[in-house]
């Protein structure tokens, strides 16, 4: 038996407050302009895979297209 006949659906878990976040993430966002707490839990979806980040000075962050 394969491990994929025994998982039918993967998804990363989540926060309330990152699900919050990735709604608000959906089209690309500085971040800059978010509050430290929410620059936090950026960093730390981006571990994740959950958002990625686009630049290296003055960065913008956005959520990737499989978890909107």
């Known amino acids: 038996m ?4 025994l998982i ?3 998804k990363i878990w989540t ?7 990735l709604k608000k993430l959906g089209s690309p966002v500085k971040l ?12 730390a979806m981006i571990r994740k895979s959950l958002v990625t980040k ?5 960065p913008s962050i956005v959520a990737n297209e499989k978890y909107k």
């Open 8 to 10: 039918d659906d993967f």
């Open 54 to 58: 686009i630049g290296q000075t003055d």
């Open 15 to 21: 926060t309330n407050e990152e699900a919050d976040l």
């Open 32 to 43: 800059a302009s978010l509050t430290e707490t929410e620059q936090f839990r950026v960093q």
């Open 2 to 5: 394969k491990i994929s006949e």
